[in-house]
């Protein structure tokens, strides 16, 4: 793909004699929302570790825009996990300015001045963003799951980063909780230009929201040594947003020019 945002090139992830990913070859344009599923330990968190740096493949390359992948995160990538990444001794308001005043103040992570009220107005801006306008001086013990993930979510895109990933980031959600969310979620991708990787064990939520699903899955296993092959791309789903939905989409937005709902009653899809 010419216009690859990011491009997996060949790609191995191997330790010692177990091979957990083998001959992973991906390009993912810029702007899309690309949902991984497939069974437990078929490495969908290990490909996403990948892609944030946090593993450097045993063999193959990684590009981003055309250039070898940084090997720490960088400003550039975003994570959001299961398990919400906040700090229970600070407000939701100083969870969110706490990548800011790192990335500026490295030794102290400390802003004082002009500087803490940009950093404030930003991060401000960015729970309102996420619906949390209303709860800067909350805890994250005063909070319900569903508002810590949004503050995870706010803190991961504080710093503006082209490439979100999401691992099982709502799976310890209620079902009600858990569609606001992919509301919340399908909103900011498509107002901050985000690229999302999301890795996900809900069938229904990977097609619901992504743009793309890609199925990880061994296509070669040996019962007397289970650990030889590795999971790799089995299927990869292009996805087109019908006009149906599209309308749909736009009504969220814009509760006022809702269209009407038409039942269909004849089996039709």
């Known amino acids: 793909m010419a216009d690859a945002m990011l491009s997996?090139?060949?790609?191995?992830?191997?330790?010692?004699?177990?091979?957990?990913?083998?001959?992973?070859?991906?390009?993912?344009?810029?702007g899309s929302f690309v949902s991984i599923i497939g069974p437990s330990g078929a490495g969908k968190s290990s490909l996403l570790?990948?892609?944030?740096?946090?593993?450097?493949?045993?063999?193959?390359?990684?590009?981003?825009?055309?250039?070898?992948?940084?090997?720490?995160?960088?400003?550039?990538?975003?994570?959001v996990f299961q398990r919400y990444s906040v700090f229970p001794h600070m407000t939701v308001l100083a969870?969110?300015?706490?990548?800011?005043?790192?990335?500026?103040?490295?030794?102290?992570?400390?802003?004082?001045?002009r500087q803490r009220r940009?950093?404030?107005?930003?991060?401000?801006e960015m729970l309102a963003a996420v619906g949390l306008s209303d709860s800067l001086d909350l805890y994250p013990a005063q909070m319900s799951g569903g508002m810590q993930q949004r503050l995870a979510i706010a803190q991961a895109l504080i710093k503006q980063p082209r490439l979100l990933l999401l691992d099982e980031p709502f799976g310890a959600l209620d079902p009600g909780i858990r569609a606001d969310m992919h509301v919340l979620t399908t909103r900011?991708?498509?107002?901050?230009?985000?690229?999302?990787?999301m890795v996900t064990h809900d069938i229904k939520e990977a097609f619901s929201l992504g743009t793309r699903v890609l199925t990880l899955d061994k296509r070669?296993?040996?019962?007397?040594?289970?650990?030889?092959?590795?999971?790799?791309?089995?299927y990869d789903l292009s996805l087109s947003r019908k006009a149906e939905q599209a309308a749909a989409e736009a009504a969220l937005e814009s509760p006022q020019s809702a269209p009407s709902i038409t039942i269909d009653t004849k089996g039709n899809t």
């Open 8 to 30: 997996l090139k060949n790609v191995w992830v191997e330790y010692g004699d177990k091979v957990v990913l083998e001959r992973i070859s991906l390009d993912i344009a810029e």
């Open 49 to 79: 570790r990948l892609i944030l740096g946090q593993e450097a493949p045993s063999r193959g390359e990684i590009l981003l825009d055309g250039r070898p992948l940084a090997a720490e995160c960088g400003p550039d990538r975003g994570v």
């Open 95 to 113: 969870n969110t300015m706490f990548g800011l005043e790192c990335e500026k103040a490295p030794l102290t992570a400390r802003l004082f001045g």
């Open 118 to 124: 940009a950093a404030r107005e930003r991060a401000s």
């Open 188 to 197: 900011l991708w498509r107002e901050f230009g985000l690229t999302v990787v």
């Open 220 to 234: 070669r296993h040996d019962p007397h040594a289970p650990h030889r092959y590795g999971a790799g791309v089995i």
